[in-house]
């Protein structure tokens, strides 16, 4: 099939809102974390993405504190600002087992790097594998417009991640990365 190699924000902006609208299970104690990995190890492909709290300070940084684990129907949020990265997801990570799809990874796993030093395995970038179907982007709204004709909101990605309690509309936010990761690579896959 034949895509549209390129978008531009016009194109986008005309575009309805694609909204998440699966289960989002937001995990805040490693058993929680053990439970979610447990379910995701049933899945050949999950979709994978991680948030960080903004910092508007010069030389002020933050650990990731989110990572966001989805399959089709469910979108795990497992707060990592309050249980780190526990055995059990490490494994995960490093598995061969699951493929773990996300974009621009490189960023993501530096952040993790801040807070465990694991060699993550078995991962595909979109931003890479997209160019064999001749797709020039290489953020994830402009590919996900280009294949589905939906727009990603990013209203929430400079929000407070370490919040006590995230809103409705952060959860949603973050579960539709991840999901978005799984959807366009099963896309593709299936032609």
């Not at 078995?122 to 982007?137: A, H, P, S, T």
């Amino acid at each position: 099939m034949q895509y549209m190699q390129t978008i531009t924000k016009d194109q986008i902006s005309a575009l309805p809102v694609e909204e998440y609208t699966s289960r989002i299970i937001v995990i805040d104690t490693e058993e929680d974390v053990a439970k979610a990995v447990k379910y995701l190890l049933n899945f050949k492909r999950v979709g994978f993405d991680t948030e960080t709290r903004p910092s508007f300070k010069k030389g002020q940084n933050y650990k990731v504190a989110l990572m966001q684990l989805a399959t089709e129907e469910v979108c795990f949020l497992i707060r990592l600002n309050k249980v780190g990265i526990p055995p059990m997801l490490n494994e995960f990570l490093m598995s061969d087992t699951t493929l773990k799809i996300g974009l621009s990874l490189r960023d993501d796993f530096g952040a993790m790097r801040k807070r465990t030093d694991i060699e993550p395995a078995n991962f595909v970038d979109l931003q890479n594998f997209v160019g064999k179907y001749d797709i020039k982007e290489a953020s994830l709204q402009k590919i996900y417009a280009i294949l589905f004709d939906k727009k990603i909101s990013k209203g929430q990605r400079l929000t407070n991640w370490e919040a006590d309690t995230l809103t409705e509309s952060q959860q949603k936010y973050a579960a539709l990365d991840a999901w978005a990761c799984l959807k366009i690579y099963n896309h593709l896959k299936q032609g």
